[in-house]
């Protein structure tokens, strides 16, 4: 019978990287929903956005042919400082002491706080050229791209700033930032395979969205039934 071979362990940077990444975002949950830290906390979307942020990144990686492990550390370091001011910068400069402390290759340090300096945003000016270097590209991509499609809009429903809205002004709201932010974040993408995606999910939720006001307009259709309507026969 053949010997299963050993699971390697995680490379010291990348359990560092995460740890700290889940710690800060664990805090930012629990603020958030006023729990104590022995509490369940009932969604913690930071840590699933680092998480998804990291996943993409490496995909794009892998498309690109960047440097997998600067696009990673700075994946999981991006935002280890959100909430505080200037977030992308204060990060950058944490993730350097971090990085310091552990085996992740000197040398690449610096392409990773760059990455995390450059980050923030929902886009770019219409002209800008592609960032540069290539690492630093694909941060923004990958933490712009969970800024799209049906999970993104799935989540933004699910903002504080929709309580007290009715379905219809939720519909009407999430539309005209759809068309008027995330439009130019879909055209703000650095590389090609980021660029299909972010036109992908962007399609995704002008289709959702267009579904949700075909299901509304037949909802007041069917509300505008004379006062005088007293019901289909039974025959």
Not at 25 to 46: G, I, L, Q, T
Not at 213 to 224: G, H, S, V
Request: aromatic share 6%; net charge neutral; glycine share 4%.
């Amino acid at each position: 019978m053949a010997k299963t071979a050993p699971k390697q362990a995680l490379p010291e940077w990348r359990l560092a990287c995460r740890q700290q990444a889940e710690k800060q975002a664990m805090a930012e949950a629990r603020k958030a929903w006023k729990v104590r830290s022995d509490s369940a906390v009932p969604f913690a979307y930071r840590w699933e956005h680092i998480q998804t942020v990291v996943s993409t990144a490496l995909w794009l990686a892998q498309r690109t042919d960047a440097d997998c492990e600067v696009v990673e550390a700075a994946a999981w370091l991006h935002d280890i400082r959100k909430g505080s001011p200037a977030h992308g910068q204060a990060g950058a400069r944490e993730a350097r002491r971090l990085l310091s402390t552990t085996d992740f290759p000197p040398q690449k340090v610096a392409a990773v706080v760059d990455a995390i300096s450059r980050h923030a945003g929902l886009y770019r000016p219409t002209d800008a050229p592609p960032l540069t270097p290539l690492e630093t590209a694909i941060l923004w991509d990958a933490d712009k791209l969970t800024k799209l499609g049906v999970q993104a809009l799935a989540y933004n429903l699910s903002m504080g700033y929709m309580r007290g809205l009715t379905l219809p002004q939720r519909r009407s709201n999430m539309m005209e930032f759809t068309q008027s932010v995330l439009v130019r974040t879909a055209a703000s993408m650095n590389t090609a395979p980021a660029r299909r995606e972010a036109a992908h999910r962007y399609q995704a939720m002008l289709d959702m969205l267009g579904a949700w006001r075909r299901e509304q307009e037949l909802a007041e259709d069917a509300n505008e039934v004379s006062s005088d309507y007293i019901g289909l026969s039974e025959e």
